[in-house]
C-alpha cells in the first residue's frame, strides 16, 4: 500500500529554521516525483515545487524559490521541505504528493499534511 | 508562468443536478489537466488526470474534458457527499500551478 506519512504539528518563532518531511512507502521511492503544495488558512492550493528523489533534481515554482529548499534522502525514503528563516506568512498546511503513473503529473497520493504555526 | 482562471468561484445546485466546472489556462497545456477534489479537514484527492481520465475508485458521475486551454469538470448527477471544493491543476512543463478553487454546496 503506497503512503506518505508527514510530520507533525511545528510551532516556531519567526526568524527560526524549520525542515519538515514526508517519509514515502509501498512503492519504489526513487522513481517518482514528490511535490509539495501550501495552503494558507481558508484558502487554496499552491504548488510550491517538486523533487526526483532518484538524482535529487529539484524544481521550484518562482513564488517560492529561494525562500525553501526541497530535497530527498533515498536511504530512509523522505523527502523534506526546509526553511532557513521562517515568517509570520509561512503559517499554513503543507502536504506532500506522489506524480503517479500517469504521466500527465497528477498526484495520485497525498501525505495527511504538516500544520506550521509561525507567531513571536 | 501559466494563469489559471477557474469559475465560477462557488456554485450551489440541488442533489441529482448537473454541474459543470470550468478551468481556462493562458496558453495551450495540450491535456496536462487534472482535478482534484479537498474536503474540509482532508487532503486533495485526485479524481480527473491527463483532461479526460477517470482515477481508479472515483464514481463514474464524475468526468472531464477538454484540450489546449479550456477544460471542464462535470458532475452529471450530483449527490450530497460531493460538497467540497474542487481545483484544477496544470502540470505542462516542470511549473505546476493550481486554480483558484471552486467551492460546490448542496442546496
Known amino acids: 500500500e503506497v503512503q506518505l506519512v508527514q510530520s507533525g504539528v511545528e510551532v516556531k518563532k519567526p526568524g527560526e529554521s524549520l525542515k519538515i518531511s514526508c517519509k514515502g512507502s509501498?512503492?519504489?521511492?526513487?522513481?517518482?516525483?514528490i511535490g509539495w503544495v501550501r495552503q494558507m488558512p481558508g484558502k487554496g492550493l499552491e504548488w510550491m515545487g517538486m523533487v526526483y528523489p532518484g538524482d535529487s533534481d529539484a524544481r521550484y515554482s518562482p513564488s517560492f524559490q529561494g525562500h525553501v529548499t526541497i530535497s530527498a534522502d533515498n536511504s530512509i525514503t523522505t523527502a523534506y521541505l526546509q526553511w532557513d528563516s521562517l515568517k509570520a506568512s509561512d503559517s499554513a498546511m503543507y502536504y506532500c504528493?506522489?506524480?503517479?503513473?500517469?504521466?500527465?503529473?497528477?498526484?495520485?497520493?497525498w501525505g495527511q499534511g504538516t500544520l506550521v504555526t509561525v507567531s513571536s | 508562468d501559466i494563469q489559471m482562471t477557474q469559475s465560477p468561484s462557488s456554485l450551489s445546485a440541488s442533489v441529482g443536478d448537473r454541474v459543470s466546472i470550468t478551468c481556462r489556462t493562458s496558453q495551450s497545456i495540450n491535456t496536462y489537466l487534472n482535478w482534484y477534489q479537498q474536503k474540509p479537514g482532508k487532503a486533495p484527492k485526485l479524481l480527473i488526470y491527463a483532461a479526460s481520465n477517470l482515477q481508479s475508485g472515483v464514481p463514474s458521475r464524475f468526468s472531464g474534458s477538454g484540450s489546449g486551454t479550456d477544460f471542464t469538470l462535470t458532475i452529471s448527477s450530483l449527490q450530497p457527499e460531493d460538497s467540497a471544493i474542487y481545483y484544477c491543476q496544470q502540470t505542462y512543463g516542470m511549473s505546476y500551478s493550481f486554480g483558484q478553487g471552486t467551492k460546490l454546496e448542496i442546496k
Open positions: 504528493a506522489r506524480d503517479g503513473d500517469s504521466g500527465s503529473g497528477s498526484y495520485d497520493y
Open positions: 509501498g512503492y519504489s521511492f526513487t522513481t517518482y516525483w
